[in-house]
């Protein structure tokens, strides 16, 4: 059976790309100064025009530069009905994804294969070339941190198992920009509601 969740990512991920490409390189991105006495995970200063965003649905809140647009699809298959939730939000630099999939209940899959198919689809769909993965777990889920590169862009990626729902982060940027800051920032922030 296919990865959904990747191929949906994939999808929307090469739609940008084109459109990303027409975009000159800006400045390289600077930490804005703290202020004395404050700490930096304060949203306000560590992190101008970020907000938190929270999705009911999904279960979970993020902080991100913008509110994303939500995209939906549900999908017949021979192991049940699948729906698939992808949240994108784009920028002249970077453009963020987040995407879950909800499997019928009946449907049964190996945690860890679904983990590395997700990454193995997203990398392979995006004609990209994996530099470097790894096993980890974040807030007590297991989770693959993996970062690709193709021809024009570096992907930076966690896809997290929740019970039955497989999630997955994706930060795109262009090649050569050091942005570390918002990669940190974004992923860090991701936080799951306890079910």
Request: net charge positive; charged share 20%; hydrophobic share 35%.
């Amino acid at each position: 059976m296919k990865r959904f969740l990747a191929l949906f990512i994939t999808t929307v991920v090469l739609s940008l790309s084109v459109a990303a490409q027409e975009h000159t390189r800006p400045p390289k991105a600077t930490t804005p100064p703290r202020a004395p006495n404050v700490p930096a995970e304060t949203p306000s200063i560590a992190a101008p025009g970020w907000t938190k965003f929270t999705s009911q649905e999904g279960r979970f809140s993020v902080l991100m530069p913008g509110t994303p647009e939500d995209k939906v699809e549900t999908t017949p298959s021979d192991h049940g009905p699948y729906t698939t939730h992808l949240l994108i939000l784009r920028q002249p630099r970077n453009v963020f994804l987040i995407g879950w999939v909800d499997y019928d209940p009946s449907f049964n899959f190996n945690r860890q294969t679904e983990l590395e198919m997700n990454r193995d689809n997203f990398v392979k769909g995006v004609n990209a070339r994996l530099l470097e993965t790894r096993l980890t777990r974040i807030d007590g889920y297991q989770a693959l941190e993996f970062t690709a590169e193709n021809a024009n862009r570096i992907f930076r990626s966690r896809v997290y198992m929740v019970g039955r729902r497989p999630y997955q982060l994706v930060i795109g940027s262009p090649k050569g920009i050091d942005d570390t800051v918002n990669i940190n920032r974004f992923f860090n922030s991701f936080k799951i509601s306890p079910y």
